[in-house]
């Protein structure tokens, strides 16, 4: 069964910072791109960032450009979110998503995701 499991979420003042993790089992990533979405109260799911599994290659949207890194550890399976600089804006669920190898923004090339987890950001 495949699972991908976000943790790290929680309530943080603006200005600080929060490192997401996405633990994957049940199949092997490692020709897949991995994705980063959020989903504030009301809004659309948006992209964030993208790592591909095989080299590395990142990708991050120009909201959180310079402020959030995307990251894996192949040994452990787990694909991370670092989060600087956070900003009340950036309250949203984040949702990790396994996806092909092509990297994409789009949240429907996406196959597999996690249940999300929450950040809120307090001004």
């Known amino acids: 069964q495949v699972q991908l499991v976000e943790s790290g979420g929680g309530l943080v003042q603006a200005g600080g910072s929060l490192r997401l993790s996405c633990a994957t089992s049940?199949?092997?990533?490692?020709?897949?791109?991995m994705g980063w979405f959020r989903q504030a109260p009301g809004k659309e799911r948006e992209f964030v960032a993208a790592i591909r599994w095989s080299g590395g290659s990142t990708y991050h949207a120009s909201s959180v450009k310079g402020r959030f890194t995307v990251s894996r550890d192949n040994a452990k399976n787990t694909v991370y979110l670092q989060m600087n600089s956070l900003k009340p804006e950036d309250t949203a669920v984040y949702y990790c998503?396994?996806?092909?190898?092509?990297?994409?923004?789009?949240?429907?090339?996406?196959?597999?995701w996690g249940q999300g987890t929450q950040v809120t950001v307090s001004s």
């Open positions: 049940g199949r092997t990533f490692s020709s897949s791109t």
């Open positions: 998503a396994a996806g092909g190898p092509g990297v994409t923004t789009t949240s429907n090339q996406y196959d597999y």
